[in-house]
């Protein structure tokens, strides 16, 4: 391949990567809650990284002088403190997991947590037939009363908070002191939460500022309520089209599956493998446990992946609290059934059920 035409797809893909940089901090500069819609590869993280750094620089004063602050919302306690090693001790930019940033919007209002849950059953510690509290806290995620103190449950904090949540007096107090939220990995969110988020304020256009970071292609958590695509018509919606993982022949398959969110890829030096294997011809039973339900056996699984004797693939098995196999290879997007386990680097292997997979390859 001739090098300069090399370099220009990198360059190509930097400068459309830099516009939609660009248009980002341009929405958060007017107020304009937004979703960063960002396939596998795009750059997601380094947009939300950079939109806090923006924050940070200039929204200091600002938000210092009204005690307010900035969150952002994270799945895991691990993505919180990556985020917070990157801000000042004294940041009024809060990064957290959404269970403690619930907490914290709730924790003052100990008179209607006291009755919500004193009138609600489903509230209290299992076997319970009555409950007598004077306080309310969360700490472990364990639901249970002592000494007059009821302890929540990682989902009661969540029920509450959406309970709170549909009070204006509570809304408004929460709005001035959380004028901007930014969330990581929108698409795993509690949809009852971003639902409410949506009705009280996106779609009125007031309180909080809103800014969404995912791909709703990965939703993972479906069966734990995730939301999935955030859509609003007073959302604007920023695609990410580079794609920085994967080479050519992987991104134009990728761009046959999902049309919608069309990439380019940076990917220099090399063109990329696809192979697929199709699993619609298996009569035996498929897999029923949770996240694999409708999949090949694993050993049925790691037979047609051995059939690819000519690919490099090693198969790592794990035995660890029921971990199930998965494949790595030299590719940059690995799929099982139709979903996406995991990007390495040059090669491409899909295994799909169903006819319409088959035909969009």
């Keep these: 391949m001739n090098k300069t035409l090399e370099n220009e797809r990198f360059a190509t893909a930097k400068a459309e990567a830099d516009k939609v940089e660009e248009r980002i901090l341009d929405a958060l500069r007017r107020g304009r809650s937004f979703r960063v819609e ?11 990284n950079r939109v806090v750094e923006w924050v940070q ?25 990556v985020i917070r ?4 001790n004294d940041s009024f930019v809060v990064p957290s997991t959404i ?8 924790e003052r209002y100990q008179s209607a947590l006291i009755d919500l849950i004193q009138n609600d059953e489903s509230l209290w510690p299992k076997d319970a037939e009555h409950v007598e509290i004077s306080k309310v806290r969360y700490t472990l995620g364990s639901r249970y009363t002592e000494n007059g103190v009821h302890f929540l449950h990682h989902d009661d904090v969540l029920d509450l908070f959406c309970r709170l ?9 929460f709005a001035d002191k ?16 971003v639902d409410r988020f949506v009705e009280y304020f996106i779609a009125k256009e007031r309180g909080p500022q809103f800014g969404f970071f995912g791909d709703a292609w990965q939703t993972i958590y479906r069966s734990n309520n995730a939301c999935g695509l955030i859509e609003c018509e007073k959302l604007e919606v920023i ?26 890829s940076a990917v220099d030096g090399f063109e990329g493998e696809v192979y697929v294997v199709t699993c619609d011809d298996f009569k035996g039973e498929r897999r029923d446990d949770r996240g694999f339900q409708g999949d090949l056996p694993e050993d049925e699984l790691k037979r047609r992946i051995d059939l690819l004797n000519s690919c490099t693939v ?17 590719t940059r997007a690995i799929t099982i059934n139709g979903w996406t386990r995991r990007a390495t680097s040059r090669r491409a292997f899909t295994f799909g059920r169903g006819q319409t997979e088959r035909q969009s390859l």
């Design 57 to 81: 620089a200039n929204k200091r004063e600002e938000f210092q002088r009204k005690k307010q602050n900035a969150v952002c919302v994270t799945y895991t306690n691990a993505a919180v403190e």
């Design 314 to 330: 090693t198969l790592v098995t794990s035995t660890t609290r029921g971990e199930n196999s998965k494949t790595f290879a030299k």
């Design 178 to 193: 959380y004028p901007l939220i930014l969330i990581d990995e929108y698409q795993d969110s509690y949809k009852p939460i």
């Design 239 to 264: 695609n990410k089209n580079a794609n920085f993982r994967s080479a050519p022949k992987i991104v134009d398959v990728l761009n046959r599956l999902r049309p919608e969110l069309p990439q380019r």
């Design 38 to 48: 960002a396939g596998a590869g795009s750059g997601k993280t380094y947009s939300l």
């Design 165 to 173: 949540l549909d009070r204006p007096k509570f809304r408004r107090v």
């Design 85 to 88: 090693e990157r801000l000042p």
């Design 99 to 106: 269970h403690s940033f619930a907490w914290n919007a709730i």
